[in-house]
């Protein structure tokens, strides 16, 4: 059994300590819960062991733990992906990630196909565009951050990210799959069918692809960013199951 912490114990979190409590993750055990309410910090949860360590607090509470945890061969699956838009720190963890044999994994968050597009980056002409569909904004309550997103907006995936950039986190995973930021674009859609979600459009000199998800109206047993939240869990089944993908 694999042992597993999780820090943050907000919306995400919350979701991801029921999962593997249910059962979700059948190879992992879970040691500790890290949140400031409860005084437990990431580092408490490497003392118990924990080898992988699932992240859904903020992006600053990410920079401030994760080179140390990864020192200690701990090795990390983030939600609060937005930090590393800091190239700076993206290769400050990937160095201490190879001196210290330990590994970031990152989850598809709200989007998916990051194992198709680490294949198209490696062939000539890689792009990937992040698509957010935002529908009708009048619809939106107050302090939605889509409402502020303008209508039709195209741009690299860093001026994407700067937009908003607590909540394109996406953005920024999708761009490392993708195989880098000077691949990686982001672009905003009215859908035509007035759902909200997001597509990856991947093109290299090969091939071309869409992955699309797109979100139903929400069901009271289903937590609303569910599907974001066990991205991760899955992510955790990836790298812990014998046989994987
Ligand atoms: N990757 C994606 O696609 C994606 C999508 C949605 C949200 N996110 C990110 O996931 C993260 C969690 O989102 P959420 O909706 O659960 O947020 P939330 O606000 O509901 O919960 C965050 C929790 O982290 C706690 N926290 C803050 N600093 C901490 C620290 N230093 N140590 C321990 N806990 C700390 C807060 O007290 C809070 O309980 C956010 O950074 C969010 O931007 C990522």
Redo the contacts with the bound molecule.
């Keep these: 059994m694999t042992k597993v912490g999780i820090?943050?114990?907000?919306?995400?979190?919350?979701?991801v300590k029921d999962a593997i409590e249910a059962g979700l993750a059948p190879d992992c055990e879970l040691v500790g819960v890290?949140?400031?309410?409860l005084g437990?910090?990431?580092s408490d949860l490497a003392d118990k062991g924990a080898e992988i360590i699932i992240?859904?607090?903020?992006?600053?509470?990410?920079r401030?733990?994760l080179v140390g945890l990864l020192e200690r061969g701990v090795s990390v699956i983030?939600?609060?992906?937005?930090?590393f838009a800091d190239e700076d720190f993206l290769e400050e963890v990937r160095r201490t990630a190879r001196e210290h044999g330990s590994r970031v994994y990152?989850?598809?968050?709200?989007?998916g196909g990051f194992d198709l597009a680490a294949t198209f980056s490696l062939l000539p002409g890689m792009k990937g565009t992040v698509v957010q569909y935002v529908p009708e904004r009048s619809g939106m309550p107050d302090g939605n951050p889509m409402k502020a997103l303008p209508e039709h907006f195209k741009g690299t995936a860093l001026e994407g990210f700067a937009l908003s950039p607590?909540?394109?986190?996406?953005v920024?995973?999708s761009a490392i799959a993708c195989g880098g930021f000077g691949n990686a674009f982001y672009e905003t859609r009215i859908p035509e069918d007035g759902k909200g979600g997001f597509s990856l459009e991947l093109e290299n000199d090969a091939a071309e692809a869409v992955i699309t998800i797109k979100n139903k109206p929400p069901k009271d047993d289903i937590p609303m960013?569910s599907m974001?939240?066990l991205?991760?869990v899955s992510t955790l089944n990836r790298v812990t199951q014998p046989v994987t993908f």
């Design positions: 820090i943050g114990a907000g919306r995400l979190g919350t979701i890290a949140s400031r309410s437990v910090t990431p992240e859904a607090s903020k992006p600053a509470a990410l401030e733990c983030p939600l609060s992906t937005g930090a990152l989850p598809h968050g709200a989007e607590s909540h394109l986190n996406v920024i995973e960013m974001i939240a991205s991760a």
